[in-house]
């Protein structure tokens, strides 16, 4: 079966622009996570949607939002992008309980200039 | 304080021996899980295995298994006969049980390097 899927993998932006990544979870998943891995912070929890509702929010600011669909699929939405948003963004996805587990995708890596 | 520790930020192992990557975690929620990640230079996060606080034996999947300590609140995990294409980061990470919590909390990883 297909896997997660996250669109682009590689994007180069500027600084004040905005970006919108995207995350097709597995076929039947109805919950998406999204992380940011950097060196220097490591992997930190950014939000987490199940049936199109946020659930769980990280400690960002509210630079960063997302939405889910009623497809599962997830965007994540990054305005006035800053040099510090340079990053690997992954996107997991999972049938929504506490019992199960995440499929990662291959993440986005996001180049701010 | 760290919730999910990961003592060894690099390791050199000769291929086909067993590796033990280490992990210790806290947390005051009886109900947890505790996840084992591989990542590639690809950057894909590809999951290893899973234990589960109530669970009663150590998880094991192939060449993986997970020493779960709980009063010590460790959670190695092992690689039997090591391979080239192990090398990777590995991290560690927990998702507490609490209601409506259904983030992972992770570890700074351990770059693992399998030397032919």
């Known amino acids: 079966k297909a896997g997660v899927t996250q669109t682009p993998r590689y994007l180069i932006k500027t600084r004040g622009q905005q970006v919108t990544l995207s995350c097709s979870p597995i076929s039947g998943h109805r919950s998406v996570s999204w992380y940011q891995q950097t060196p220097g912070q ?69 180049t701010v200039v | 304080a760290q919730k999910i520790t990961q003592t060894q930020p690099g390791m050199f192992v000769q291929e086909k021996e067993a590796v033990t990557l280490d992990c210790t975690y806290d947390t005051s929620d009886p109900s947890y899980g505790l996840f084992w990640y591989k990542q590639p230079s690809s950057g894909e996060m590809i999951f290893l295995i899973y234990q589960g606080s109530y669970d009663q034996q150590n998880a094991t999947e192939g060449r993986y298994s997970l020493n779960f300590q709980k009063a010590r609140k460790s959670a190695n995990l092992v690689i039997s006969a090591s391979q080239l294409g192990d090398s990777a980061m590995y991290f560690c990470a927990m998702r507490e049980g609490r209601d409506s919590n259904y983030q992972l909390i992770w570890g700074a990883g351990t770059k693992l390097i399998i030397k032919p």
Do not use: H, I
């Open chain 1, 42 to 110: 490591g992997l930190q929890f950014l939000f987490e949607y199940f049936s199109e509702t946020q659930r769980n929010k990280g400690n960002f600011p509210g630079r960063f939002s997302g939405r889910q669909f009623s497809n599962s699929r997830s965007e994540m939405n990054v305005s006035t992008l800053e040099l510090g948003d340079s990053a690997l963004y992954l996107c997991a996805s999972s049938r929504g309980g506490t019992g199960y587990g995440y499929t990662f995708g291959s993440g986005t890596r996001l």
